[in-house]
């Protein structure tokens, strides 16, 4: 197995991203009938991370194996608005987006994103984590629970009418 790198998102890494970000998307537009399809959504949701990173101390990193853009992530902190929790606990670092191309999916790709998110994280004052993902979306909720993430609260719907 060659090295993966984690290094942070360079300008020229846009169109690997912006497909990066389409894949992820439509995986879970198939999943859940909620999400917008990802050519929709691509162009916006990359605006966001980086202005969001930019803005909030946070980072948005990408994994590399020779030289090719194998998997993604990004985090910045935030101050949830939930008056029923304890201000430390509502201040804290999230994760917005964890992605592994599926032709790289058990490199453990997903582990060292999410070692280097929390690294930049912590390092700007977080110490607590929290990333969302859909309950469907097993992967990542394998690759959040293996790497110590426990559920916090779950949001239940139902389709009516």
Same mark, same amino acid.
């Given at each position: 197995?060659?090295?993966?790198?984690? *290094?942070?998102?360079?300008?020229?890494?846009?169109?690997?991203?912006? &497909?990066?970000?389409?894949?992820?998307?439509?995986?879970?537009?198939?999943? +859940?009938?909620? &999400?917008?399809?990802?050519?929709?959504?691509?162009?916006?949701?990359?605006?966001?991370?980086?202005?969001?990173?930019?803005?909030?101390?946070?980072? @948005?990193?990408?994994?590399?194996?020779?030289?090719?853009?194998?998997?993604?992530?990004?985090?910045?902190?935030?101050?949830?608005?939930?008056?029923?929790?304890?201000?430390?606990?509502?201040?804290?670092?999230?994760?917005?987006?964890? @992605?592994?191309?599926?032709? +790289?999916?058990?490199?453990?790709?997903? *582990?060292?994103?999410?070692?280097?998110?929390?690294? +930049?994280?912590?390092?700007?004052?977080?110490?607590?984590?929290?990333?969302?993902?859909?309950?469907?979306?097993?992967?990542?909720?394998?690759?959040?629970?293996? @790497?110590?993430?426990?559920?916090?609260?779950?949001?239940?719907?139902?389709?009516?009418?």
């Amino acid at each position: 197995m060659s090295k993966i790198v984690i *290094r942070a998102v360079e300008e020229n890494d846009r169109e690997d991203i912006l &497909r990066m970000l389409q894949r992820l998307q439509n995986y879970e537009h198939a999943l +859940h009938a909620g &999400r917008r399809p990802g050519n929709e959504v691509d162009e916006y949701q990359y605006v966001r991370i980086l202005e969001s990173t930019k803005a909030f101390n946070g980072a @948005f990193l990408v994994a590399v194996e020779k030289e090719e853009l194998v998997g993604l992530t990004a985090g910045w902190m935030i101050i949830d608005d939930n008056q029923l929790s304890e201000m430390p606990h509502r201040e804290h670092g999230h994760i917005s987006v964890l @992605f592994v191309d599926d032709e +790289h999916k058990g490199k453990d790709i997903a *582990r060292l994103l999410l070692e280097a998110i929390q690294g +930049h994280l912590m390092s700007v004052g977080a110490s607590r984590l929290s990333i969302s993902s859909l309950a469907r979306n097993g992967p990542v909720l394998t690759a959040s629970r293996t @790497f110590g993430f426990e559920p916090y609260e779950i949001i239940l719907e139902k389709k009516v009418g």
